[in-house]
């Protein structure tokens, strides 16, 4: 006789969910087996199991469409499940708990990987997901949403055919294909460091994602309760308007560095007018850079309202530019529409017949009201102060103070390597380059550049820190150095944290503080050394090697130095 437990948290489905506790019952007792069965409904929770029934159980059956508190069970064996699937033959569940069809069950498993900048930590996670399946016996199939937009897209066929979804996102992901299909959802981190832990979490936590929620908006409301609390929320749809600007951002920025290539560094005055360069710095001032702070702010309104928010967002991102608030105000702009527009979403009901105006003339004019009339009377003008005044003490510093922020600037870079710390010192670079303040997105250039290349000199300089394996993955690590990835550091910190981050972030520091020490300016914000060689998109260009040179050395000397012999 075994002993087992199930819980059953599907609150919105009551009775069902009594039925099911039945079958399992009558099913574990024709087995001869004892179950306890813990019910979550709307008043709470019925037969709680205790930490002295958890501990000794051979199996426990996770039925989960609401939270499920399954932290608790710690690494008890823990078997997924479906309220549909007990009420079909509850016995063959059982059997599968207890193993008694031979080995766990293989899943078919469809997943997709997303972050802001569609690069790095998109494709890590996607090898960490399909890594960790391989090993557990299951199928997976993992759609990547990257800077070139969705690669190995899964069809409605194979989405159908799924036993399980995972997102493994940091931007907001479109889940209206998922409906009824059981769904996770977690920040890509999570798939990089353990692939396993993360799909082992997933089959007890999936909960059904529901088609209702998915018609509509895409933000964390519809994410099942792992997706974090409203911090990670608002850093998400943030992160969500960030990764739709860059394009813009990156491509006026090479634009505009080609024409001063062109044209010298005057190109835009009229003199020029009709040439190539100042063509083309029109093009990447006027038309690229000046769709930067909508696309911020509507991108960052459609994450937290779905399409509805798009207009009112992109609308008030306008505004933001127009009256000087630059992406400050685009960023309060976008939250302000996609929270109005979701509010009104819910509170606004038409009935069946007069619904289908909501996205496409309701929503969009009173939320597209509101956020104009906030931002031209209440909000605009004290955010565009704001900026003001950032801007021009930026423009101001010097010395001890460039120093100082730059070292700040460069040690976020490395501390996460594409973390949230990471990307808040890139966004606040980027985000800069509107209002023509470009001596930050030069520091976190060369401090984001610096991890990884730091890595391939350390693997070269000291061959006794690391294994045969490190060192051959030291050269991919130097390749996305010179590339601005700094996502390739990453495995070596994650295997040895302790010493290495302080190394990477030192480095990384004085590579910020001598870019910002030396006034070096960059106009793009990416490419890595590639967009060095474009004339005038980098100020102080001997400095800024500089810079980057020390940075690279210091953590590469401070690598020798810390880490231990390998066996």
């Given at each position: 006789m075994s002993t087992l437990l199930a819980i059953i948290a599907c609150p919105s489905r009551v009775a069902q969910g009594q039925l099911a506790a039945e079958a399992l019952r009558k099913a574990a007792g024709q087995a001869g087996h004892h179950i306890n069965i813990e019910i979550h409904h709307a008043q709470g929770v019925q037969g709680r199991l205790d930490a002295a029934q958890i501990a000794i159980a051979d199996s426990i059956i996770v039925i989960a469409e609401a939270d499920a508190d399954i932290a608790r069970l710690a690494n008890r064996?823990?078997?997924?499940?479906?309220?549909?699937?007990?009420?079909?033959?509850?016995?063959?569940?059982?059997?599968?708990?207890l193993g008694q069809h031979g080995a766990v069950s293989s899943l078919r498993i469809v997943a997709i990987t997303s972050c802001p900048t569609g690069i790095a930590h998109t494709f890590m996670a996607a090898e960490g997901l399909s890594q960790a399946a391989e090993q557990l016996g299951h199928r997976i199939k993992v759609e990547t949403q990257g800077s070139v937009g969705a690669q190995n897209a899964l069809s409605a066929q194979e989405i159908a055919e799924a036993d399980l979804v995972i997102i493994a996102a940091d931007t907001q992901v479109d889940l209206g294909r998922f409906a009824g299909k059981r769904l996770f959802s977690s920040g890509t981190k999570a798939a990089i460091n353990d692939g396993k832990a993360l799909?082992?979490?997933?089959?007890?936590?999936?909960?059904?994602?529901?088609?209702?929620?998915?018609?509509?908006?895409?933000?964390?409301?519809?994410?099942?309760?792992?997706?974090?609390?409203?911090?990670?929320?608002?850093?998400?749809?943030?992160?969500?308007?960030?990764?739709?600007?860059?394009?813009?951002?990156?491509t006026g920025g090479l634009l505009i560095a080609l024409g001063f290539a062109l044209g010298g560094i005057y190109v835009y005055q009229d003199a020029f007018k009709g040439t190539l360069g100042w063509t083309l710095f029109n093009i990447g001032a006027k038309a690229s850079f000046a769709l930067m702070v909508p696309i911020l702010a509507g991108y960052i309104a459609y994450s937290i309202a779905d399409r509805p928010g798009i207009a009112p967002g992109m609308a008030g991102g306008m505004i933001a530019g127009a009256i000087g608030s630059g992406f400050l105000g685009g960023i309060v702009a976008g939250f302000i529409a996609g929270y109005s527009v979701k509010?009104?979403?819910?509170?606004?009901?038409?009935?069946?017949?007069?619904?289908?105006?909501?996205?496409?003339?309701?929503?969009?004019?009173?939320?597209?009201?509101?956020?104009?009339?906030?931002?031209?009377?209440?909000?605009?003008?004290?955010?565009?102060?704001?900026?003001?005044?950032?801007?021009?003490?930026?423009?101001?510093?010097?010395?001890?103070?460039?120093?100082?922020?730059?070292?700040?600037?460069?040690?976020?870079m490395a501390f996460d390597m594409g973390g949230p710390i990471n990307k808040a010192a890139y966004t606040f670079a980027t985000g800069l380059l509107a209002s023509q303040v470009y001596a930050p997105m030069a520091a976190v250039m060369a401090a984001g550049m610096t991890p990884p290349l730091a890595i391939a000199l350390a693997a070269l300089l000291f061959k006794n820190r690391f294994s045969a394996d490190e060192r051959e993955g030291a050269k991919a690590a130097g390749v996305l150095g010179i590339s601005f990835i700094t996502e390739g550091a990453i495995p070596f910190a994650a295997k040895d944290p302790l010493r290495v981050i302080p190394a990477l972030v030192a480095g990384s520091a004085l590579a910020g503080a001598i870019s910002m020490a030396s006034g070096c300016d960059l106009r793009v914000p990416h490419g890595g050394v590639f967009v060095l060689f474009i004339p005038n998109a980098v100020s102080h260009l001997g400095m800024y090697l500089v810079a980057l040179a020390s940075g690279t050395a210091l953590s590469a000397v401070l690598l020798g130095a810390l880490k231990k012999r390998t066996a």
């Open positions: 064996p823990t078997h997924p499940a479906t309220l549909d699937a007990v009420l079909a033959d509850a016995g063959a569940v059982i059997g599968n708990a799909i082992h979490r997933a089959e007890a936590e999936a909960t059904v994602q529901r088609a209702a929620q998915s018609a509509g908006n895409s933000g964390d409301s519809k994410a099942p309760p792992a997706s974090g609390n409203a911090g990670s929320s608002a850093y998400k749809h943030l992160m969500t308007g960030v990764s739709f600007m860059l394009p813009f951002v990156v509010y009104l979403n819910e509170k606004i009901q038409l009935g069946r017949n007069f619904d289908g105006l909501k996205p496409v003339l309701i929503l969009p004019l009173l939320g597209t009201t509101i956020v104009g009339l906030l931002m031209y009377y209440v909000l605009g003008q004290p955010v565009a102060a704001a900026l003001g005044v950032v801007t021009e003490w930026l423009k101001g510093l010097q010395g001890s103070s460039a120093l100082l922020l730059g070292m700040i600037l460069g040690g976020m």
